[in-house]
């Protein structure tokens, strides 16, 4: 089956700090990749879709600067959060979709926590 | 737009009874439909989706779906509860290509 890595699985940074997190397809093509940011006990909230050397669709009220969204090959997407605040500590997920396929296929996720 | 409504934040079931969790959605066109399951600080895993085929889908670990236009609905079901089946439920829906729009989420407690 399809399957998608993330990279790291748990990150810690200090506050004003960036951190890069990786989103793999692994044995299949991702013409688009999503990422979602999922808060504790709620649903993932969809922050932006990235078509392979497109620049990203941002959601409303998703800072372009903050969070940088790079999808520079079929394989790999990266999201970048920049100058990091505690209140960008969540949990960030990933998803991959095929060519001619309407499924996405999600990550493991990325546990981000600013100190 | 689309949307979907998860009836039921938490719901809890004994060990062996029926699990049923509700999901409603809402599409101005034909829709695609999801239920994934999340445990705990992990990413979402694809129980079964429905894609305009056969209105009850099987998904894994003997869970199943109806799809029913007449009543928007696409309810997960399964005869009788594991312990394993304790997780977060996600009902979602697509309408094609277009993002997918989740649910609130139904956490399930299986009680021994």
């Known amino acids: 089956g399809a399957v998608v890595s993330q990279h790291p699985s748990w990150v810690i940074c200090k506050s004003g700090t960036s951190v890069k997190i990786e989103c793999r397809s692994l044995?299949?093509?991702?013409?688009?990749m999503f990422w979602y940011r999922q808060f504790p006990k709620q649903s993932l909230m969809l922050m932006a879709t990235s078509n392979e050397g497109s620049k990203a669709t941002y959601e409303q009220g998703v800072e372009k600067d903050k969070f940088l969204i790079n999808h520079a090959s079929l394989t790999l997407s990266t999201l970048t959060v920049t100058s990091a605040h505690p209140e960008d500590s969540s949990f960030y997920i990933c998803?991959?979709?095929?060519?001619?396929?309407?499924?996405?296929?999600f990550g493991p996720g990325t546990r981000l926590t600013v100190t | 737009a689309q949307s979907v409504t998860q009836l039921g934040s938490h719901v809890s079931v004994s060990e062996g009874a029926l699990v049923l969790l509700r999901c409603n959605y809402s599409s101005s066109v034909p829709p695609y439909l999801f239920w994934y399951v999340q445990y705990p600080n992990q990413g979402l895993q694809l129980l079964l989706k429905?894609?305009?085929?056969?209105?009850l889908v099987k998904g894994i670990n003997g869970f199943e779906a109806e799809f029913k236009k007449s009543e928007t609905s696409f309810h997960l079901t399964k005869p009788s509860a594991h312990m394993s089946d304790a997780a977060e439920y996600f009902c979602?829906?697509?309408?094609?290509?277009?993002?997918?729009?989740f649910g609130i989420g139904t956490k399930l407690q299986v009680i021994p």
């Open positions: 044995d299949f093509q991702a013409t688009t």
């Open positions: 979602a829906v697509s309408e094609g290509y277009q993002k997918v729009t």
């Open positions: 998803s991959a979709r095929g060519t001619s396929s309407y499924e996405q296929y």
């Open positions: 429905y894609t305009s085929a056969a209105t």
